[in-house]
């Protein structure tokens, strides 16, 4: 009498970002050494994420990479790890299969006795969940109404891994001091079978040459083809590109250096599908009374993605410190967003563009964190949320008397966050038999926001009938309408 059908859908369970500071002393011989240090490069990402009953356990390893003057002047460069764990709290099920973003909020070092190294990490657990909705489609001997139902399906969840590599034209190296790298996914799309992600990697190379610092910035395209199964054309897609390791490579002849930078970039991957189903949206029995299972269920997912290269621009103050003659080198330099957020007809994003900028000054090496705010906004749509993931494309720094002039192409990738609701009916009670009418009339006054499926409950008729019956009866119906109704008694 009742059919049903399990329709497939995803959500996204996520837990309120965790923030977590994350410490590191090195003891070996020469951190003891550091006299100043000139660059303090901080990544941090996720090793592990295991969903618990209420929570997801996640543990990561932050990465501090440093340039320093020793004592007796020369530069240097060192690269520690720290790992950390830690429980962020959320609605996640121990079946969930989560991931873990990772992001710096700030960084310090401190070398005033020993070389104390710190971050505050902020890591942002989630996972996609696949749900199957059991909705009634179809009901005999009842009158129902039919209507359409959009519901999120997942295709294809994928996580790959590839190598880029690139090389660039140097003089006579005589250190590597440092390689700061980054990845974002400018476009993915899918097709049959096959999830195409397109991206970037910005490798930048610090090292001396002749006791001077160099840096040397390597902007790396990428295209990958991933297998996917099941995987269609117009499908939703987002995606995420992280460099999970990177070196470089000297070659060459004395004098005349190739740097070749090579990379393990890791992309993952989601595919959604949006199905429209037609359910029952409400039912009555003309013999029985009906109890109904009633399900309203949000489902947000992050479907389709716009990548933007923004300009940015400012300048950093060098406050109370001597006037900058040069700039030497910027050996790292990040785009942070603060704040995404979907507003009419676009996106509005704002952030901090922060770089370590070595230069210049009367009393010979000197370095600082610059820092500029921005704010850009992005036209499309963006459905009811968004979120950003910023890269710093290219940056230029100019020494101006008392401060740095910051110029930057900032590429920020925006992936739409999308919420459907869907309303079904997930079962059905058939209960006592209806008293019958004996009335051979009756006769039903029409209140303010009732409907035709109202009338037909109250006089236990279907449309068709009532409509028969009262040929002047106009719709939508409106307060103080009379609906006669004629029974058949015999």
Not at 9 to 37: T, Y
Not at 139 to 158: D, G, N, S
Not at 222 to 236: K, T
Not at 338 to 367: C, M
Request: proline residues 3%; hydrophobic residues 45%.
């Amino acid at each position: 009498m009742f059919r049903y059908e399990k329709f497939n859908a995803s959500n996204i369970v996520s837990a309120p970002p965790v923030e977590r500071v994350v410490e590191f002393s090195p003891s070996a011989p020469d951190a003891g050494d550091v006299a100043r240090v000139l660059s303090l490069a901080v990544d941090g990402k996720a090793v592990s994420a295991e969903a618990n009953d209420g929570f997801c356990s996640v543990a990561g390893r932050v990465n501090f990479r440093l340039v320093y003057q020793t004592r007796d002047g020369a530069v240097k460069g060192v690269d520690y790890n720290a790992d950390f764990s830690l429980k962020a709290e959320g609605g996640f099920l121990a079946d969930d299969n989560p991931s873990a973003e990772v992001s710096v909020v700030e960084a310090d070092v401190d070398v005033a006795d020993a070389v104390t190294l710190s971050a505050v990490v902020s890591v942002r657990a989630l996972a996609v969940r696949s749900t199957e909705e059991e909705c009634l489609v179809d009901a005999e001997k009842c009158y129902k109404t039919v209507e359409e139902r959009v519901f999120p399906c997942p295709v294809a969840a994928k996580t790959t891994s590839f190598s880029v590599s690139e090389e660039a034209d140097a003089g006579d190296i005589d250190e590597v001091l440092l390689v700061d790298a980054q990845a974002v996914v400018t476009s993915a799309t899918a097709s049959e079978g096959i999830i195409a992600v397109e991206g970037r990697v910005r490798a930048a190379v610090t090292f001396t040459e002749d006791g001077d610092i160099r840096t040397r910035d390597m902007l790396i395209p990428f295209r990958e083809e991933i297998p996917a199964d099941g995987v269609a054309e117009g499908d939703e897609v987002s995606a995420v590109a992280w460099v999970r390791s990177s070196k470089v490579v000297l070659a060459g002849v004395p004098g005349a250096n190739i740097i070749r930078f090579e990379g393990d970039i890791a992309v993952r991957s989601n595919a959604v599908r949006m199905r429209t189903e037609e359910v029952i949206a409400d039912m009555f029995m003309l013999t029985n009374e009906v109890e109904l299972g009633r399900e309203h269920k949000r489902f947000t997912f992050f479907g389709g993605m716009k990548y933007s290269s923004e300009k940015v621009s400012g300048t950093a103050p060098l406050e109370d410190r001597a006037p900058a003659e040069s700039v030497v080198a910027v050996p790292y330099a990040r785009c942070y967003a603060a704040k995404a957020e979907a507003v009419e007809g676009g996106a509005l994003v704002e952030g901090v563009l922060a770089a370590d900028v070595v230069y210049r000054d009367e009393n010979g090496l000197n370095s600082v964190r610059a820092e500029v705010p921005y704010s850009v906004e992005i036209d499309g749509d963006f459905g009811e949320g968004v979120k950003a993931v910023c890269f710093v494309e290219d940056v230029r720094v100019k020494a101006r008397r008392g401060e740095l002039e910051l110029e930057a192409s900032v590429g920020i990738l925006l992936t739409r966050c999308v919420c459907v609701d869907a309303e079904y009916i997930s079962s059905v009670t058939v209960g006592e038999e209806k008293e019958l009418n004996t009335s051979a009339l009756s006769l039903y006054i029409v209140s303010e926001g009732d409907g035709m499926w109202d009338v037909c409950k109250a006089l236990t008729a279907t449309p068709e009938d009532i409509m028969k019956q009262n040929p002047s009866l106009e719709l939508p119906l409106s307060a103080g309408d009379r609906v006669v109704y004629f029974r058949s008694l015999a």
